[in-house]
């Protein structure tokens, strides 16, 4: 069995997706939800499931390994980075590496890096005047959104949007997308490739 821990620090919307797709998986279980935000929504979707939280300081984070401790405690294979906003230590991606994912609301490596994230992201493609945005799906490394991508989905940006509903239709995208391509990485299935 596979155990995965969800990293997030906001709603939480991306992570309860995939406790949901992995829910009565026959290889594949989430194993605990972690947070640097104690009053994120993200930490009441996952007491709905009875999952293990660990939430954590900025100090813990980055000074200590007590964080390395408790996946090592909980069997944890992989990492889920589901709108998880702090840059991952380097004791972490050594640990699991080439075993954290994340996903990106914008076709890297455009529209990526430090501060990129949220409406910020599709307020910026549509100030380009992009004609199609999406999703990313990579590998964790040392640097804010340069690991190896492994999934691309698109979709159009059209003239009337605003920030919100370009957000909406990308959502549908890491809704689609994620668990799945989440389930190859870690089953060892992971074909690259872009999809339109």
């Known amino acids: 069995m596979h155990k995965l821990a969800i990293f997030a620090s906001g709603s939480g919307t991306n992570a309860e997706n995939i406790?949901?797709?992995?829910?009565?998986?026959?290889?594949?279980?989430?194993?605990?939800?972690?947070?640097?935000?104690?009053?994120a929504?993200?930490?009441q979707r996952a007491k709905k499931f009875e999952l293990s939280i660990?939430?954590?300081?900025?100090?813990?984070?980055?000074?200590?390994?007590?964080?390395?401790?408790?996946?090592?405690?909980?069997?944890v294979s992989w990492i889920?980075?589901?709108?998880?906003?702090?840059?991952?230590?380097?004791?972490?991606?050594h640990a699991f590496e080439n075993r954290i994912l994340n996903i990106h609301p914008a076709l890297l490596p455009k529209y990526g890096g430090?501060?990129?994230?949220?409406?910020?992201?599709?307020?910026?493609?549509?100030e380009n005047h992009e004609k199609q945005s999406g999703i990313t799906i990579h590998i964790v490394d040392r640097e804010y959104d340069r690991?190896?991508?492994?999934?691309?989905?698109?979709?159009p940006v059209l003239p009337?949007?605003?920030?919100?509903?370009?957000?909406?239709?990308?959502?549908?995208?890491?809704?689609?997308?994620?668990?799945?391509?989440?389930?190859q990485a870690v089953s060892g299935e992971l074909h690259t490739g872009l999809h339109c």
Not at 54 to 75: A, G, P, V
Not at 81 to 92: D, H, S, T
């Open 54 to 75: 660990l939430t954590f300081s900025y100090e813990e984070f980055y000074k200590t390994h007590n964080i390395l401790d408790y996946l090592e405690r909980h069997d």
């Open 80 to 93: 889920i980075l589901a709108g998880f906003l702090w840059l991952v230590p380097e004791y972490l991606i």
């Open 41 to 43: 929504p993200v930490i």
């Open 19 to 39: 406790i949901e797709y992995f829910r009565n998986h026959r290889r594949i279980q989430i194993a605990c939800v972690c947070s640097n935000r104690p009053d």
């Open 114 to 126: 430090k501060g990129m994230y949220g409406e910020r992201v599709h307020k910026a493609v549509l």
């Open 160 to 183: 009337e949007d605003s920030p919100e509903s370009l957000a909406a239709r990308v959502h549908r995208l890491e809704y689609e997308h994620y668990p799945r391509i989440i389930e």
């Open 147 to 155: 690991g190896k991508i492994v999934f691309q989905a698109t979709c």
